[in-house]
């Protein structure tokens, strides 16, 4: 460090004995004040250090509470933890709340002093540069959603005005238009209509997050029995058979469960085969997360379309063939990784699809974990 600052140490801890000897293992490159009491630290933190090294048994507080009350005062400052050998298990405690190293009184040196330091400085660099393109990330996201809102929303408007000026112009000179005229509007009006749908769709699928529930209990196998009903026509139609095992309660989004299944089970009826459509729905617990699982015999699909079926408006086949815009798995991959979850598809062509979606047990929050943390807190 030859040439550049030195590096301002604020040491806080109340052995005399042991301040002194840090302060000799820290010497040309360093300054190092001292603190000896918790009620200091705030005080002496108005001036800018570099890394804060921390005695975790001082007179006014004593153990991890030391630890977790530093932390929350030394915002960007790196904090060492300094400790005697019998802290063990309250180092590493620290460490994975924060702290960037631990050192041990009995075995300190001065060469692991110093290296410790500087590798703190230096990583806490990049975790701040880390912090500074996350809250980048997510003030970008949070407009280009509000973007995708606005703009879609904004669109509605003269689009009713494009096709409620067709039905009239329609139904005012339904005896002077030949026909040619009619089936014109007509294009136009499907045009519109189909529109409307993209427009709708696009909306739905920005109103995952924004509009979403607060997670509470949700009876998967409730949900599943009314969307059955739901689609009750379509299975009459389709003579479709569909076997339930019993399926858990969750802590979930239960309008936004709903659509995730129904999403699944409709595409099983849709894309059926020859046969009628069999459909299994079941679930299994792992460690942090329940899986569910929807299978059926249709047409099935490639592995390499695996991943693309649930990006927006990617759809296998023509609206002539299968009738739909493509949004259904898209919304429905947005919602379960809001849900902390994943979606894929096991498949082949021809011999039917199984569709996976996880659903994670920890505390979640629009996709993140929230470990207990008030949701205020960023
Ligand atoms: N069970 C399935 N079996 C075979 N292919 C499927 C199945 N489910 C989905 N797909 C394929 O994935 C594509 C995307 O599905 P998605 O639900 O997003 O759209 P869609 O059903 O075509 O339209 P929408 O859901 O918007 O009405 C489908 O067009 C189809 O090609
Ligand atoms: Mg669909």
Same mark, same amino acid.
């Given at each position: 460090m030859q040439g550049r600052q030195?590096?301002?140490?604020?040491?806080?801890?109340?052995?005399?004995?042991?301040?002194?000897?840090?302060?000799?293992?820290?010497?040309?490159? &360093?300054?190092?004040?001292?603190?000896?009491?918790?009620?200091s630290v705030m005080g002496q933190l108005k001036?800018?250090?570099?890394?804060?090294?921390?005695?975790?048994?001082l007179p006014d507080s004593q153990g991890y509470d030391t630890f977790e009350a530093v932390e929350n005062m030394s915002g960007e400052v790196p904090v060492i933890v300094l400790t005697s050998n019998s802290d063990r298990k309250l180092a590493m405690k620290a460490m994975s709340h924060g702290a960037q190293d631990y050192l041990f009184k009995e075995t300190i040196n001065a060469e692991v002093m110093v290296r410790s330091i500087r590798y703190a400085i230096e990583r806490n660099k990049l975790v701040q540069e880390q912090k500074v393109i996350t809250r980048e990330l997510q003030r970008s996201n949070a407009?280009?959603?509000?973007?995708?809102?606005?703009?879609?929303?904004?669109?509605?408007?003269?689009?009713?005005?494009?096709?409620?000026?067709?039905?009239?112009?329609?139904?005012?000179?339904?005896?002077?238009?030949?026909?040619?005229?009619?089936?014109?509007?007509?294009?136009?009006?499907?045009?519109?209509?189909?529109?409307?749908?993209l427009i709708n769709d696009v909306l739905a699928y920005s109103r995952v997050d924004t509009q979403g529930k607060k997670f509470a209990p949700v009876d998967m196998g409730a949900v599943v029995a009314k969307v059955l009903a739901i689609l009750r026509i379509t299975?009459?139609?389709?003579?479709?058979?569909?076997?339930?095992?019993?399926?858990?309660?969750?802590?979930?989004?239960?309008?936004?469960?709903?659509?995730?299944?129904?999403?699944?089970?409709?595409?099983?009826?849709?894309?059926?085969?020859?046969?009628?459509?069999?459909?299994?729905?079941s679930s299994s617990q792992g460690d942090k997360e329940w899986t569910f699982s929807v299978k059926d015999n249709g047409i099935g699909l490639d592995t390499s379309d695996a991943e693309k079926i649930f990006q927006m408006f990617q759809r296998l086949h023509s609206r002539e063939e299968y009738p739909g815009t493509g949004i259904g798995l898209a919304l429905t991959k947005?919602?379960?990784?809001?849900?902390?979850?994943?979606?894929?598809?096991?498949?082949?062509?021809?011999?039917?699809?199984? &569709?996976? &979606?996880?659903?994670?047990?920890?505390?979640?929050w629009n996709g993140k974990r929230m470990n207990g943390k008030s949701l205020l807190r960023p």
């Open positions: 030195k590096v301002e140490v604020l040491l806080v801890d109340d052995d005399p004995g042991d301040s002194e000897l840090v302060r000799q293992m820290l010497t040309d490159d &360093f300054t190092v004040d001292v603190v000896n009491h918790l009620a001036q800018r250090y570099d890394v804060l090294i921390l005695d975790l048994n407009e280009l959603q509000q973007f995708v809102y606005v703009a879609s929303h904004d669109l509605q408007e003269p689009l009713r005005m494009v096709t409620s000026y067709l039905s009239l112009m329609e139904r005012t000179f339904k005896h002077q238009l030949d026909p040619k005229a009619k089936e014109y509007i007509d294009y136009a009006m499907e045009g519109g209509n189909r529109m409307r749908e299975i009459e139609d389709t003579k479709a058979e569909i076997t339930i095992d019993p399926l858990p309660t969750i802590n979930a989004d239960e309008s936004q469960m709903m659509q995730v299944t129904q999403n699944i089970i409709a595409n099983a009826l849709k894309f059926h085969g020859p046969d009628r459509p069999m459909i299994h729905i947005k919602i379960v990784e809001r849900h902390g979850g994943r979606i894929w598809v096991e498949s082949r062509k021809g011999e039917g699809a199984t &569709f996976f &979606f996880t659903i994670s047990t920890e505390e979640i």
